[in-house]
């Protein structure tokens, strides 16, 4: 009985999923998430070399059309994420738009720039950084979210991370994410949450699979 359970934990072991990703922030930080019966193919590992152009105006939207550009070329198990990071005093700005904040062509100092003017003396500083992951299991699109509440610093601290980590203190920090390292950030991280969701429903429902 106990053999036919390390069996089955064998199985969990080999399992592979395919990233749809461009972002080598985002790579990094689920790598260091992984379980060790998971192993992460790229990209570049099938040969998919183009542009996703993410043009969807919610952050479900975007997530969704990720795992939708690469069905014609690839049938396997795979996942995706959009993040965004929402302003209550913005109206939920810069949301779906985070990468492109300040304009096409724009870098992303230029991105924290617009935020940082546009929240000069505004009182309410609470955001949230949303991940929507978009998981496809050879026949369905599953979507699990993961949320981080905080607020926007008035001045950038710290120099880890990426995107909009250095105006960004969660909720029960007095650390903001660009000062933290990764395993400090993924205590709080809304990318983590995402995709511990959807960890457990994969142990759940992969382990039912193989036991039918
Ligand atoms: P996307 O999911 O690649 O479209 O991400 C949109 C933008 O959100 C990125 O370009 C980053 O600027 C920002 N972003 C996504 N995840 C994070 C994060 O964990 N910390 C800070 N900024 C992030």
Redesign the pocket.
Known sequence: MQEFTLELHEIKIMTTLLFI???S??LK?IASLLPSFITLKSLKDIGFMEEIE?NEDT?EG??MLKVLAVKNIYKGMCFA?????EIEALAGE?G?R????AGEGKC?QD?INLVLSKMKGILNRNAQ?K?VLTFFDGEKNIQFEGL?KGSILEVQRGDY?????SI?IPNGSTLS?AEMDLPQ?NVF???KKAFSSFIDYFQKTKISDFSL
């Open positions: 990703t461009g972002n922030n985002k930080e993410e952050i975007n997530s994420e959009d993040t965004g990071l810069p779906v985070s990468a492109r904040y992303n991105n950084f991940t981080c991370g990426f995107g909009y980590d960004f994410f950030k991280s809304h990318r």
